[in-house]
């Protein structure tokens, strides 16, 4: 699946991306910046993820790589399979470490 960002977000993106300065982009490109972007399925987490893939689609930067790490204190399995899932669709490469919990009943 290509997933496609909605015209009013690039729009966003690129009036972000002028406030920081136009050839930043280009900068990261031409020294080939290498991006890891630590998920945790959050607003924030999810909107950066966007801004990274809309800097691979439109500047062709270095393609980000995903981390997500589950602590294992809480059992969210349901939302965690969900969360792999959307991940796929961007076809970034990504971690998904899942550590057992160290807390005793």
């Known amino acids: 699946m290509n997933l496609e960002i909605p015209v009013s977000i ?25 991006f890891l972007l630590s998920y945790s399925g959050g607003k924030d987490s999810s909107i950066l993820l966007l801004f990274l893939k809309y800097l691979k689609d439109k500047y062709k930067i270095e393609t980000p790589h995903l981390f997500y790490l589950s602590h294992g204190i809480r059992e969210i399995q349901d939302e965690e399979n969900e969360m792999l899932v959307y991940l796929e669709n961007f076809g970034f490469p990504f971690s998904f470490v899942k550590k057992k919990s160290q807390i005793s009943p």
């Open 10 to 34: 690039s729009t966003h993106f690129e009036s972000m991306l002028k406030r920081m300065g136009n050839n930043l982009p280009n900068h990261w490109v031409s020294n080939k910046t290498r």
